[in-house]
């Protein structure tokens, strides 16, 4: 018997038990319909928090401001908290660094470890590049349009990287391609590999006027000068430059106020902790590192508790629809598979004939495939323009009802569909296996034990 001829069958089969068939159509409708509108509301919600995450995903963190964490600690952290890694970075205190050696800065200091760029000068290619203060520094201020001028100096201020710690967090570059769509943060070249190297942005050295292609920059020498009253000062000396970053890595959160010019090594005698940030893989993940290691040095960032809240509720809205979905589909599988028992049962002596005709478990196998794979062809059909439908429906009772947040997108549905597909012929594989099993016992004797 051909595959074609098989199919003749399964369909001839359906229409001779129509209302068995039609029972089971209208049952695969419905599993259907749950399936795809749990699914789609399901990744609606799921899709919203992830992105409320994402947006503030480099919050995933809480710092010390007066304790160092030693490799052993940072081990039993990762191991314990699911810590991602410790970020220590220090600050070059450039004014101290003048005042200690008697060197009167040109331009009064913003604070004690920052300076107007109106005193910054650099040295590349034996050019000299003096630093503008034009007022377009707008890093980690709220409100840009309405700053004060004074607040917007450009500020000259540097960053030590501690060797062997975590230089970018996966917070950080998830945040940062969800805000700017781009993967890496720069622009040319890489992160430190060796001493005396050091990274700036690209708004650092369009403050200096270098411009056009950064890309020549990398592998460069650099000299940092202070402008002083009695000449200039040096505070980097032939420093390599082995990365530019991409200024707008440093407008997600947790980059705002950190220094965007990084040093490989400094003087440590001027450096002093700015803080050290304690990453996590996610925000609850930080908030078991918090409270199973709570000091007075540990501190904890606000939205860290905020979204930390918001994961709990999308763990426990998954795990609430998941169990509500769960007890209705097996409800409904069940239903439809007693009444797919009862259509197989109705033709055991038509099957025990076919046996012993000669037809081949393998066949009898794609026979009842056939037959149930039709039908839930036919409930698609019905079901997927349905529950768009409904879906629309539902659409415009939570826009009036809730916000437009939570509802199921073009993605989403088309997403919903293709699982509902999967579980459907993942149930029709499964249930044909089943009944297919049982056919092998049938035989013309023993038809009646079946009947």
Same mark, same amino acid.
């Given at each position: 018997?051909?595959?074609?001829?098989?199919?003749?069958?399964a369909t001839k089969?359906i229409?001779?038990?129509?209302k068995?068939?039609?029972s089971?159509? +209208?049952?695969f409708?419905?599993?259907?319909e749950?399936?795809?509108?749990?699914?789609?509301? %399901?990744?609606?919600?799921? !899709?919203?928090?992830?992105?409320?995450?994402?947006?503030?995903?480099s919050?995933?963190?809480c710092?010390?401001?007066?304790?160092?964490?030693?490799?052993? =600690?940072?081990?039993?952290?990762?191991?314990?908290?699911?810590v991602?890694?410790i970020?220590?970075?220090? !600050?070059?205190?450039?004014?101290?660094? @003048?005042?200690?050696?008697?060197?009167?800065?040109a331009?009064?200091?913003?604070?004690d470890?920052?300076?107007?760029?109106?005193a &910054?000068?650099?040295?590349?290619?034996?050019?000299?590049?003096?630093?503008?203060?034009?007022?377009?520094?707008?890093?980690?201020? =709220?409100n840009?349009? $309405?700053?004060?001028?004074?607040?917007?100096?450009?500020?000259?201020r540097?960053g030590?990287?501690?060797? =062997?710690?975590?230089?970018?967090?996966?917070?950080?570059?998830?945040?940062?391609?969800?805000?700017?769509?781009?993967?890496?943060?720069?622009?040319? %070249?890489?992160?430190?590999?060796?001493k005396?190297?050091?990274?700036?942005?690209d708004?650092m050295?369009?403050k200096?006027?270098?411009s056009?292609?950064? /890309? !020549?920059?990398?592998?460069?020498?650099?000299?940092?000068?202070?402008?002083?009253?009695?000449?200039?000062?040096?505070?980097?000396?032939?420093?390599e430059?082995?990365?530019?970053?991409?200024?707008?890595?440093?407008r997600i959160?947790?980059r705002? !106020?950190?220094p965007?010019?990084?040093?490989?090594?400094?003087?440590?005698?001027?450096?002093?902790?700015?803080?050290?940030?304690?990453?996590?893989?996610?925000?609850?993940?930080i /908030?078991?590192?918090?409270?199973?290691?709570e000091s007075?040095?540990?501190?904890?960032?606000?939205?860290?508790?905020?979204?930390?809240?918001?994961e709990?509720?999308?763990?426990?809205?998954?795990e609430?629809? +998941?169990?509500? @979905?769960? *007890?209705?589909?097996? &409800?409904?599988?069940?239903?439809v598979?007693?009444?797919?028992?009862f259509?197989?049962?109705?033709?055991?002596?038509?099957? @025990?004939?076919?046996? &012993?005709?000669?037809?081949? %478990? %393998?066949k009898?196998?794609?026979?009842?495939?056939?037959?149930?794979?039709? /039908?839930g *062809?036919?409930? &698609?059909?019905?079901? *997927?323009? +349905?529950?768009?439908?409904?879906?629309?429906?539902?659409?415009?009772?939570?826009?009036?009802a809730? $916000?437009?947040?939570?509802?199921? +997108?073009?993605?989403?549905?088309?997403m919903?569909?293709?699982?509902?597909m999967?579980?459907?012929?993942?149930?029709?594989?499964?249930?044909?296996v089943i009944?297919?099993?049982?056919?092998?016992?049938?035989?013309?004797?023993?038809?009646?034990?079946?009947?």
């Open positions: 018997m051909k595959i074609i001829d098989i199919i003749r069958l089969n229409f001779s038990s129509l068995m068939a039609i089971i159509l +209208l049952g409708i419905i599993i259907m749950i399936v795809m509108v749990s699914s789609g509301y %399901g990744l609606a919600v799921n !899709n919203y928090i992830v992105d409320i995450i994402n947006s503030n995903s919050g995933a963190y710092y010390s401001m007066f304790e160092r964490f030693n490799d052993n =600690d940072i081990k039993e952290y990762k191991y314990d908290s699911k991602e890694g970020q220590v970075l220090k !600050n070059y205190n450039v004014y101290k660094y @003048c005042e200690d050696n008697d060197k009167k800065i331009a009064p200091p913003l604070l470890d920052e300076i107007s760029f109106d &910054a000068i650099m040295k590349l290619d034996n050019q000299t590049y003096k630093g503008k203060n034009d007022f377009t520094y707008d890093f980690g201020l =709220d840009p349009a $309405s700053t004060a001028r004074t607040e917007k100096i450009v500020k000259f540097i030590v990287m501690e060797e =062997d710690n975590l230089q970018f967090a996966e917070g950080e570059l998830s945040e940062y391609k969800n805000k700017f769509n781009k993967i890496s943060p720069f622009l040319a %070249g890489k992160e430190f590999t060796g005396n190297q050091i990274i700036l942005t708004y050295l369009e200096f006027g270098i056009t292609e950064i /890309m !020549n920059c990398i592998g460069k020498k650099i000299s940092l000068f202070i402008d002083a009253e009695d000449g200039e000062f040096c505070i980097v000396d032939n420093y430059i082995c990365g530019i970053l991409d200024s707008d890595f440093f959160k947790s705002t !106020n950190t965007q010019i990084l040093l490989s090594n400094a003087n440590p005698e001027y450096c002093n902790i700015f803080y050290e940030r304690i990453f996590g893989n996610s925000f609850r993940d /908030m078991e590192f918090y409270n199973n290691n007075d040095a540990i501190f904890i960032d606000e939205k860290t508790l905020e979204y930390a809240e918001v709990a509720q999308q763990l426990l809205f998954n609430v629809v +998941l169990v509500i @979905c769960f *007890v209705i589909l097996i &409800a409904v599988v069940v239903f598979y007693i009444i797919i028992f259509y197989f049962k109705k033709r055991t002596r038509y099957v @025990c004939i076919q046996r &012993a005709m000669g037809l081949g %478990g %393998g009898i196998y794609l026979l009842i495939f056939n037959e149930l794979l039709m /039908m *062809v036919a409930a &698609a059909i019905v079901a *997927v323009p +349905l529950c768009y439908g409904l879906i629309l429906e539902l659409n415009n009772v939570i826009r009036l809730v $916000s437009d947040s939570f509802l199921v +997108l073009k993605n989403d549905y088309l919903a569909v293709g699982i509902a999967i579980f459907m012929m993942f149930m029709i594989t499964i249930i044909s009944e297919y099993r049982k056919t092998k016992e049938y035989t013309v004797v023993n038809r009646d034990k079946f009947v």
